[in-house]
């Protein structure tokens, strides 16, 4: 069973930064395109960045020039570096594959205040 575990939240003010962890365990991690999504109450999860097998980013609209995702096949783990954070910015983070998604994980909270 494929197992997702966020990690690096927290609170901060807008125009900092923080970065978060993703581990996947159970599953042939090397081999996916991982993202990372965000979501707010009243609101569907939005996806907020994509990252291939092979390393290529991709990055919505609204976080581009300030986010940057990661991943190291070696620890199962992908990351998302978010810098010059927003209040906009506030949700819980999810990772997860861009396509055939996993049961969910917890997610990791971020709440930036203005």
């Known amino acids: 069973q494929v197992q997702l575990m966020e990690s690096g939240g927290g609170l901060v003010q807008a125009g900092g930064s923080l970065r978060l962890s993703c581990v996947v365990s159970?599953?042939?991690?090397?081999?996916?395109?991982m993202a990372w999504y965000r979501q707010v109450p009243g609101k569907q999860r939005e996806l907020v960045a994509t990252?291939?097998?092979?390393?290529?980013?991709n990055y919505a609209d609204s976080v581009k020039g300030r986010f940057t995702i990661s991943r190291d096949n070696a620890k199962n783990t992908v990351y998302l570096q978010m810098n010059s954070l927003k209040p906009e910015d506030t949700g819980v983070y999810y990772c997860?594959?861009?396509?055939?998604?996993?049961?969910w994980g917890q997610g990791t909270q971020v709440t930036v205040s203005s």
């Open positions: 159970g599953s042939s991690f090397s081999d996916n395109v």
């Open positions: 990252i291939t097998d092979s390393g290529w980013p």
């Open positions: 997860n594959r861009n396509v055939r998604v996993y049961s």
